[in-house]
């Protein structure tokens, strides 16, 4: 517009704060006077713009006000009234670059056409600081007032003799104005007020003396306040390098519990206390909810307390996890306090998948933290519920490959792998027991007769009443067709009988009762073992055999006799 076309520009009113200092840099390099040729205004106020050169006219924006409305018309949504738009009125930024931040001469020469010296130190005083309401704090003004008007004072009523010493001057400011001091932005606003009083003062000096004066005591309170923004840096630089420790620290920690979210969760409360979060909870949905930014969000009903401490009290793990009302989230734990508290809550998320909420107490100059916490959070918390997932696919799929599909009980597999580690064991540990290998009676002739659906359902019967004939820490397994093997340890040889008279009474009581066409019978064979005489589980195995073909040649003899 200005290269090409010519136009004549008296002012640039740009969207934000970055496209007017862009513009300001341009127009510098084209030797345009900013604010003489052409007004510059940004909005935002960012940083930045207030140590530009020169500084920059711009528009803030109430973070807070906005945050209050917006939880306002929340509250009303949610109790069913119907919002409303509401307009949050932003400030005015007043700087150099609209050419209205320092007061021209001419305006001192008018103000100081009053009545009375003290009028007129009122009237320059209130001029002043009605600039400054749109850059400081109310409670800033009203701290810094005293000094404006002995800086005032100091100029328009003494003489150069009778000035107090600079350091007595610079001192009373720093009294003054220290508490003001908690943030980079007002210490930057505080810094361009003393440097419009300044300019101010140089105008309204009538001789070298006092104009050395001035700018003796206003360069040492702007090398404070330059040290200050410096030790605001330095606290910022500090906490970004414990952050990032805390980040290093916390990942290690969630990540080396990944197979137990429950612990994992309790072992990062340490971490959470030492880095200034006074009170956590975190709530876990049953199950992650797919949510794009689109989309309407609805809380789930089903919400699990898995960790909390309230005040550096830790909530007993034994209690957890604990279903609570999703309205109940940001009271839970603290309903007990009688002094006012600011609970905030966080979403826990992975990618688009919402995994539940962080509600935390801590100081609000750190919250940023907050944002890389639960971002690691839900990241180690997806991991362990795909790693859970995983380990339950594994351990269902072992469970199957060591499991006899028919009858529930272990199949060859699973019971050689689970009888040689716990006949190991027994050996090791001087323990004593028996071996049972057992075969049903005429499986074959009830297949062939009646089929293989009977067959089946002998078999199962059988596996029921060894289970319920055996005793519940007993080792039982289907290794074949109509073989079924029990280890049992810590039993002595009274339990051979025992158990051969408890199978054959509930074998007797099915065929009283079961109408069914054949006998339900079975053959066993057991070998008593000790520590001392042992042998290989696969020797006992073969020696609980033999026995058991005996036994069944007695049960044919005795058969043939009987009939």
């Known amino acids: 517009m200005i290269d090409e076309r010519g136009l004549d520009v008296d002012a640039i009113v740009c969207a934000n704060d970055s496209m007017a200092l862009t513009i300001i840099n341009d127009l510098k390099k084209r030797d345009i006077l900013i604010p003489e040729q052409i007004i510059v205004t940004g909005c935002d106020n960012i940083v930045t713009s207030a140590y530009c050169v020169p500084s920059l006219t711009t528009i803030e924006q109430s973070l807070e006000e906005m945050a209050q409305a917006a939880v306002k018309l929340l509250l009303k949504t949610i109790e069913g009234e119907k919002p409303e738009n509401v307009v949050v009125p932003s400030k005015i930024i007043y700087r150099e670059s609209c050419g209205c931040h320092i007061m021209p001469y001419s305006s001192l020469i008018s103000a100081l056409a009053l009545p009375s010296s003290k009028d007129k130190i009122i009237q320059l005083t209130d001029s002043f600081l009605h600039k400054c309401t749109h850059t400081l704090p109310e409670n800033v003004i009203l701290l810094i007032r005293d000094f404006v008007i002995k800086c005032y004072s100091l100029v328009l009523s003494n003489t150069p003799t009778d000035f107090p010493p600079s350091q007595k001057v610079v001192k009373s400011f720093l009294t003054s104005m220290q508490p003001t001091f908690d943030s980079i932005q007002t210490v930057l606003n505080i810094k361009n007020c003393i440097s419009s009083l300044k300019s101010d003062l140089l105008n309204l000096s009538q001789n070298t003396v006092t104009l050395c004066y001035i700018d003796h005591i206003f360069s040492q309170i702007t090398h404070i306040l330059l040290n200050q923004l410096l030790d605001h840096y330095n606290l910022q630089t500090e906490r970004l390098t414990q952050d990032f420790g805390f980040t290093r620290q916390f990942l290690l920690t969630i990540t080396h519990k990944i197979s137990d979210k429950e612990h994992q969760l309790q072992s990062i409360i340490p971490l959470l206390m030492k880095t200034g979060i006074k009170s956590c909870l975190v709530y876990l949905y049953s199950e992650g909810v797919k949510h794009n930014l689109s989309d309407c969000w609805n809380m789930p009903n089903d919400i699990y307390l898995y960790m909390g401490y309230i005040q550096g009290k830790i909530i007993d793990p034994n209690t957890l996890p604990l279903k609570v009302d999703a309205s109940d989230i940001a009271f839970y734990g603290f309903d007990e306090r009688n002094e006012n508290y ?46 859970t997932l995983q380990k339950q696919v594994e351990d269902k799929l072992a469970t199957l490959s060591q499991t006899d599909e028919l009858t529930g009980l272990l199949n060859r597999r699973g019971f050689f792998n689970l009888a040689q580690s716990k006949y190991d064991a027994s050996i090791t540990n001087h323990e004593f027991g028996i071996l049972f290998y057992a075969d049903m009676d005429g499986l074959k002739t009830i297949n062939d007769t009646y089929g293989h659906h009977e067959g089946d359902y002998a078999i199962i019967t059988m596996s029921k009443i060894l289970k319920q004939a055996f005793l519940n820490h007993d080792i039982i397994g289907r290794i074949g067709g109509d073989e079924f093997v029990i280890l049992s340890i810590n039993q002595s040889a009274d339990y051979i009988e025992y158990v051969t008279e408890k199978v054959n009474l509930l074998c007797n009581e099915f065929n009283s009762s079961s109408n069914k066409p054949y006998t339900l019978s079975i053959s066993i064979g057991s070998i008593f073992y000790c520590s001392d005489h042992h042998d290989s589980l696969e020797n006992l195995l073969t020696k609980a055999d033999q026995i058991l073909y005996k036994q069944k040649k007695l049960k044919k003899k005795r058969k043939l006799r009987d009939a």
């Not at 998948?353 to 609000?364: A, C, R, T």
């Not at 750190?366 to 944002?371: A, G, Q, V």
């Not at 890389?372 to 990241?379: A, F, I, Q, W």
């Open 342 to 387: 600011v609970a905030c809550i966080h979403p826990i998320f992975f990618s688009n998948e919402q995994l539940g909420v962080m509600v935390f107490e801590m100081d609000v100059d750190n919250y940023s933290l907050i944002d890389t916490l639960t971002v690691e959070l839900g990241s180690a918390l997806k991991l362990t519920s795909t790693f």
